[in-house]
């Protein structure tokens, strides 16, 4: 399996989150966004939107992280990454869409690309946009894992799921921005309690910087 | 199973177009986004999120219409509305969520808001905002819809699928916002098929309007 990567992507730090958690052997193709590798005719035949992360196994190129490890997950199917009752599995990808649907797309390079190409707004105000929508989406994070009896040491129960895969980035992207987490204890422990797994660790950026292929 | 509706939200109609094709009868409770009953402390039990739509099905509560949506698909699983081999899955949740990660979140009521009210955009820069972002999704749509064999009749083959559940609601929105999709034929090919369907039409706004509750 290919994974297109660029380690400051924080949809690709999902996809390599599980596929390390799953085990999964895979070779990287890095992208450098500053480059605008990821618009070349090349890569635009296995992921015609141009963005960042796909993956080729074999014959079949996925684009969108979600879909993405929807497809690791029905395909090796150990540890499960969703739970297996349908009231846990709609509560994890709920969560998951929570910071990829809901969040994450109000931060992205592109989106702040716009805003200051627009006119609308210099490099400090673009910086605002992010903290708003990040410190919102987290907050919203905090409140469904504070309010559940579900939430464990981890975001659903005692095992990692699609919820922390979606989590991990998205705190580590607020933190960078600067973000305090004092408000949400949740959500900062189960931060923590991830990073102690060797899955996330070798997923992390820094981890992809200290070890580029 | 109850439906906490907005007959103007994409992802809402996102959910209706699902419950209709499967068949299933939903009671609908209306929220006025205007009035902002859907962050009263009642439907903040239901969705700490505060956002439309959300499911009650019994004791299952579900946020964020891609989570409800697998929900439905997992429950009733006549028509699918996901393909049964890896790679068309792939595919079809690969073009859901490049409606509902990367085009959609950027043209809600509440980042057109947050423009406006921090003094970046008047309402006419909002809407050039939303359009920029409407057009690049849907282009980046056509092109994976024209480059694959897959496309047929609707997204993913001759029946519609959770692709079209995202499309068509996107595309309203599109075009009531005036952008135009000449340079779009599948787009606009795929979308007329869909408006075809009783289950596309029950869903549209239009019909809420006319049909209120």
């Known amino acids: 399996m290919i994974l297109h990567d660029y380690y400051r992507s924080t949809s690709a730090f999902r996809v390599r989150i599980a596929l390390n958690l799953k085990g999964v052997e895979y070779e990287t193709k890095i992208h450098?966004?500053?480059q605008q590798t990821?618009?070349?005719?090349?890569?635009?035949?296995?992921?015609?939107f141009g963005l960042i992360p796909a993956i080729?196994?074999?014959?079949?190129?996925?684009?969108?992280?979600?879909?993405?490890?929807?497809?690791?997950?029905?395909?090796?199917?150990?540890?499960?990454l969703l739970p297996s009752d349908p009231k846990g599995r709609a509560r994890v990808r709920s969560l998951f869409n929570q910071v990829a649907c809901d969040t994450h797309p109000l931060t992205t390079r592109r989106v702040a690309n716009y805003l200051q190409h627009s006119n609308y707004a210099t490099e400090n105000d673009a910086r605002t946009w992010k903290l708003a929508w990040l410190r919102?989406?987290?907050?919203?994070m905090e409140k469904v894992l504070a309010s559940d009896f579900c939430t464990g040491e981890f975001c659903h129960g005692d095992?990692?799921?699609?919820?922390?895969?979606?989590?991990?980035?998205?705190?580590?992207?607020?933190?960078?921005?600067?973000?305090?987490?004092?408000?949400?204890?949740?959500?900062?422990?189960?931060?923590s309690a991830?990073?102690?797994?060797?899955?996330f660790q070798k997923a992390h950026p820094d981890s992809c910087v200290s070890n580029p292929h």
Chains 1, 2 share one sequence.
């Open 32 to 34: 450098d966004l500053d």
């Open 38 to 48: 990821n618009r070349s005719e090349d890569y635009l035949k296995v992921n015609a």
């Open 56 to 80: 080729e196994d074999g014959e079949v190129h996925i684009a969108q992280s979600g879909a993405i490890i929807e497809y690791i997950e029905e395909k090796f199917s150990h540890p499960a």
């Open 136 to 140: 919102e989406g987290l907050m919203g």
């Open 159 to 191: 095992q990692p799921s699609l919820a922390d895969i979606a989590l991990v980035p998205q705190v580590y992207s607020a933190l960078s921005l600067g973000l305090q987490l004092d408000d949400m204890p949740n959500v900062s422990r189960i931060y």
């Open 194 to 199: 991830c990073l102690e797994l060797p899955a």
